[in-house]
């Protein structure tokens, strides 16, 4: 059982995305945030990459191994869910919930791309283990029965597969790339500090918004992934280049 339950701490929880329209590597909106009754004990994060040898029958020694790609991250998180005090007096129903992130969303059926939500775990600044994802395997082990057969506790093991793909360009229809920061917003950040901290000018915000077809503004969750465009002026000399950037406290909200 958890011992660390998820009243009066920052709390973990798994956001469902709608899949996108297209072959985009963004989500689309949110459909819900589920938040965990336990945080976490343990979280396992798994990242490999795959290189090929060629063997040859008259070497004495291995052959020199070819890089082959990168495989994507994969998250796995034990989720405890216990109704022994709730008036549902039931598991089953958020057990369910974790599974229907397997099954296509109506709108993306309706669109002829059916697909899963997609998954992000949030747990304050936690930053390696946030990630969009799909999610591909659930376990749920139930532990607990009352007299009536319902399930009272259960121990669902989530296993989250990185979505991955290259972080789109502002302009994808430019055969030049244009200079780029990729910058990850943490709790208290707006498009204006963000602004503020790699332009220098708060005002600078819709630059950003626009880049990222953001319509709300005040609706900017920590650990969401903007794309910082250079402005026209900052962008000589600097074609093609694309950094990360660490957050950084302060500018104005």
């Known amino acids: 059982m958890p011992a660390v339950p998820a009243f ?3 709390r973990a929880a798994l956001v469902l995305f709608e899949p996108p329209s297209t072959t985009s590597n963004q989500p689309g909106a949110v459909r819900q945030r589920i938040p965990l009754q336990f945080n976490p004990e343990k979280i396992t994060l798994t990242k490999s990459a795959t290189w090929q040898r060629t063997a040859a029958n008259r070497a004495a020694s291995a052959a020199m191994p070819e890089f082959r790609g990168a495989a994507p991250r994969v998250l796995t998180v034990e989720v405890f869910l216990d109704a022994t005090l709730s008036l549902r007096n039931t598991v089953e129903e958020q057990v369910e919930m974790l599974l229907g992130c397997c099954v296509p969303t109506g709108s993306s059926v ?6 899963p939500p997609w998954v992000r775990l949030e747990w304050g600044r936690g930053r390696s283990v946030s990630f969009n994802a799909c999610l591909t395997t659930v376990t749920a082990n139930y532990t607990m029965f009352g007299g009536d057969g319902a399930a009272r506790r259960a121990t669902c093991s989530v296993t989250l597969e990185e979505i991955g793909g290259s972080t789109p360009r502002q302009n994808p229809t430019s055969g030049s790339p244009e200079a780029q920061i990729v910058h990850r917003t943490q709790a208290g950040d707006s498009l204006a500090s963000v602004a503020w901290q790699r332009y220098g000018d708060a005002t600078r915000w819709r630059v950003i ?3 990222n077809g ?4 005040e609706r900017l969750q920590p650990g969401t992934v903007l ?4 402005l026209p002026e900052q962008q000589a000399g600097t074609a093609g280049t694309v950094g990360i950037a660490s957050p950084a406290p302060g500018g104005p909200a």
Do not use: C
């Open 8 to 10: 009066g701490l920052t």
């Open 110 to 115: 309706q669109a002829d791309r059916p697909s």
């Open 209 to 211: 918004a626009a880049a």
């Open 214 to 217: 953001i319509a709300d503004p």
């Open 227 to 230: 794309i910082v465009p250079a």
